[in-house]
């Protein structure tokens, strides 16, 4: 690659060092032949430009190469032209050191090869050039004057002219010319470029030859259209045409093309004015034009940039999503049989006090790894940006009544009273996510009885009224050891714990309160602590939620007893459909069971059951086509509580089987309280289903 490299520069510099000495050369006969005042002194002399360019792009061994081509071919021109050998040692010695002097100038201005893309630039250079042809023309005149009795005035400022038009001219001109920025901008067809320049160089003949129309001004309309079609090149172009050709017509014509009875010294002026006019005009208009064009590139590269991000950026949040997925899947599964039957032998009469104490410790360290295993689910979720609200009509009240029952087991094991309270004034509705705000209330009570030891757990809701909004606040009150001041500020970060110590007594990722805090920001919420050590905390909840209609009612099922339900377990794993049957015979309720979809639709069409409870992936039939179909029946199979028991518990993957028609979900591993309560609520409630 770097051979590729220094092969391509080598041609590079190669073209460069013969288009600028065929160039010079050709600049040297031009000026000397075509443009020659009466003094003997050029009225466009662009070689200095020329060479000056030469010297800032080209590398060292061609530098030289290029200055011994100058003076070569400088003092033979001014041979050619009777020059005396004084003169044409003069004037070649001038040029070239004028030509040194402007590129060691503006390397030390630009650090390197000037670059011409502002007006800023333009200024820059022609305020770096002028001076040093000045100085120049002074010093070419003083020995003109001296040596050979030319008057001084008058050589001092034609050669000044002259330089000042090939600097001013020239050499930004070229450098536009070579400069791969602008040869990127303003790609037209070839036959476009050899019009539009044709065109000017006819139009410049017609004004300035002796029997020509003499309206120079006309060029200016072609010379900006040429700029807004071409660009900064194309005004360069037109510039160099123009001077090329405008030039030797008033030096050798007979006529002025401007139409007035000046000198001929005058109309050389006036001419110069004219073309260095032109040329900062439609250089103006190009540089302009460029630099929109630049930027439209730069916004249409950072777009592209910008959508090859957000592609990376949805391919890996996908890969993130499926990843979770996946993981939670694999982690519930068998979770489920580990706390499932510890729950079942929990539940005998006929074990022994240490093996119950075992099974109590396995039961508890299952529990306590569910709870890290969502922690971190969710912390990512949350951190992913992947969780989205699901607002539905929810009573308050009810939501904490439950979440309070879920955790009532618990609180009653450690001989903790555990009470609600709800203030509610106007007793409505309100537009909330029920899942969300469960979670962060069902993680604020775990935690209130996980660090109480003894007394009393408070929970509250206290609706105040709104104009638009309602404000709700939740409490949960407790009677533990407390929080210090300095400690509090950490509760809420991630990964951070009250006591963080390696013997500190309780165990935990140190997350369900950041994730709590996420969740309830994005509720557009706040989340905060009151304590004091030794006696107690209360964590709160503020949200605002509108007042929400409820949902209309299609069909209501008179309530069923747990104890005389009729449900259909559907599960294709054994000791899934075990440990389910056991639970749900514990509570009374008469079980049968389906291995997979089809023959759950089967036995829904002819059984008459209170509740489903469905797996999700099943061979033959998956659970949401079952439930799908089993919508589909005539009623009232097709009205029957369908809930999810699976262990795909993300946010998309619960919403789909709310799409696919189920009315609640339960996530693996079952938990004894929560399946309880959620048959409960779906036998004993009056039932929807859309």
């Known amino acids: 690659m770097r051979h590729h490299l220094a092969q391509h520069e080598q041609r590079r510099q190669n073209t460069l060092l013969l288009s600028l000495a065929v160039a010079i050369v050709a600049s040297f006969a031009f000026s000397d032949f075509l443009t020659r005042t009466p003094l003997g002194i050029a009225t466009f002399w662009p070689a200095n430009a020329l060479l000056a360019v030469g010297l800032m792009v080209l590398n060292p061994p061609r530098r030289i190469a290029l200055v011994g081509v100058s003076i070569v071919f400088h003092l033979m021109i001014d041979f050619l032209v009777g020059d005396h050998v ?9 040029d070239i050191l004028q030509a040194f002097a402007v590129w060691l100038v503006a390397k030390r201005f630009w650090g390197g090869t000037p670059r011409v893309r502002t007006m800023r630039q333009l200024a820059l250079l022609a305020a770096l050039a002028v001076p040093i042809t000045f100085a120049s023309a002074l010093i070419c005149a003083s020995f003109l004057a001296l040596g050979y009795g030319m ?11 002259c330089g000042a038009l090939g600097m001013a001219v020239v050499l930004p001109a070229v450098l536009v010319l070579i400069d791969a920025e602008h040869r990127r901008s ?22 300035f030859h002796p029997e020509g129309i003499g309206t120079p001004f006309m060029i200016y309309p072609l010379a900006m259209l040429a700029s807004f079609r071409l660009g900064a090149r194309g005004a360069a172009q037109v510039s160099l045409i123009v001077a090329c050709v405008a030039v030797p017509f008033m030096v050798q014509g007979t006529q002025s093309a401007f139409q007035l009875e000046w000198g001929a010294a005058d109309e050389t002026r006036l001419i110069q004015v004219f073309v260095t006019l032109l040329f900062g005009t439609s250089l103006a208009a190009g540089l302009a034009l460029a630099q929109q064009e630049r930027l439209k590139r730069l916004l249409l590269r950072r777009e592209q940039l910008t959508r090859a991000a957000r592609g990376r950026a949805m391919a ?7 990843f979770l997925a996946t993981m939670s899947h694999e982690i519930r599964t068998p979770l489920n049989s580990v706390l499932g ?7 005998r009469n006929d074990l022994p006090p240490d093996a119950r104490r075992q099974v109590n410790l396995i039961d508890s360290a299952g529990g306590a790894l569910l709870t890290v295993v969502n922690d971190i689910l969710d912390f990512s979720r949350v951190e992913a940006g992947q969780v989205e609200l699901a607002l539905q009509p929810t009573s ?13 087991p618990e609180a009653r094991a450690k001989g903790l009273i555990l009470n609600v309270e709800v203030i509610d004034p106007i007793e409505a509705l309100h537009d909330l996510d029920e899942v969300r705000l469960r979670q962060v209330l069902l993680n604020l009570l775990n935690n209130a009885v996980k660090f109480t030891e003894a007394g009393r757990i408070d929970t509250r809701l206290i609706v105040e009224p709104g104009d638009h909004e309602d404000r709700l606040r939740f409490e949960i009150a407790d009677t533990g050891a407390g929080i210090a001041v300095d400690r509090q500020t950490l509760l809420f970060q991630r990964f951070s714990q009250v006591d963080s110590s390696a013997s500190r007594t309780y165990g935990g990722a140190g997350l369900g309160l950041a994730i709590s805090r996420a969740l309830v920001e994005l509720m557009g919420g706040k989340i905060g602590v009151d304590s004091v050590p030794g006696r107690g905390s209360c964590f709160w909840i503020e949200v605002a939620a509108p007042v929400a209609e409820p949902l209309a009612v299609t069909e209501q099922r008179a309530p069923v007893a747990p104890s005389a339900a009729r449900i259909l377990l559907v599960d294709d794993h054994p000791m899934n459909r075990e440990i389910g049957v056991a639970l749900l015979v514990l509570a009374g309720c008469k079980v049968d069971i389906a291995e997979n979809g089809q023959q759950a639709v089967d036995a829904a069409a002819v059984g008459e059951y209170d509740m489903i409870l469905m797996d999700i992936h099943m061979p033959l039939m ?4 079952a439930t799908r179909a089993i919508r589909a029946l005539p009623s009232p199979a097709s009205k029957v509580p369908i809930i999810a028991m699976s262990a ?16 609640d979900h339960i996530a693996k591993p079952i938990q004894r309280e929560v399946l309880y309560a959620k048959v409960e609520r779906w036998l004993t409630a009056p039932t929807r289903i859309d």
């Open 186 to 207: 303003f790609h037209r067809s070839l036959i476009e470029r050899i019009t539009l320049l044709a065109s000017v160089a006819l139009l410049t003949v017609a004004c």
């Open 648 to 663: 795909d518990a993300l946010p998309q993957q619960v919403e789909r089987c709310y799409a696919a028609g189920m009315v």
């Open 86 to 94: 004084g003169k044409a040692l003069l004037y070649t010695s001038v």
């Open 341 to 347: 039957f510890a729950q079942l032998l929990a539940a």
């Open 316 to 322: 890996a949040t996908e890969a993130k999503t499926e």
């Open 396 to 408: 308050a009240a009810t939501l904490l009544r439950d979440t309070a029952a879920i955790m009532a």
């Open 151 to 161: 008057p001084f005035l008058d050589s001092l400022w034609e050669w000044f002219m």
């Open 622 to 625: 998956d659970g949401l086509a």
